[in-house]
């Protein structure tokens, strides 16, 4: 069965960090691409950070370039999310996906396999 499982969220103050871990089981991420993705209340989803699994190339959005790292450990089928100087407009459910594919992709509605989201609050 396949599976994606987000964990890390949690409560932190502005200018606080958090790591994300993402776990995939079912299959290898030797060939599968990894989205980090975002949704606040009643915000659109919108992606965060993306790694391919060809030769590991990352791209960000503008909103996060220079504060978030993404990463990725195949040997352990895990994927991180390091997140950096968080400010109160990074609260959202962050999501983590995997697309079958070699090279980077962004756009969501190509992402086959979702986790359930993990929740990160930044508040004072």
């Known amino acids: 069965q396949l599976q994606v499982v987000e964990s890390g969220g949690g409560l932190v103050q502005p200018g606080g960090s958090l790591r994300l871990s993402c776990v995939v089981s079912g299959f290898t991420l030797n060939y599968y691409s990894i989205g980090w993705f975002r949704q606040a209340p009643g915000k659109e989803r919108e992606g965060v950070a993306y790694?391919?699994?060809?030769?590991?190339?990352?791209a960000y959005a503008d909103s996060v370039k220079g504060r978030f790292t993404i990463s990725r450990d195949n040997a352990k089928n895990t994927v991180y999310l390091q997140m950096n100087s968080l400010q109160p407009e990074d609260t959202a459910v962050y999501y983590c996906a995997a697309a079958e594919s070699r090279v980077l992709v962004r756009a969501a509605a190509f992402y086959d396999y979702w986790g359930q989201g993990t929740q990160v609050t930044v508040s004072s």
């Open positions: 790694i391919s699994s060809r030769d590991g190339t990352t």
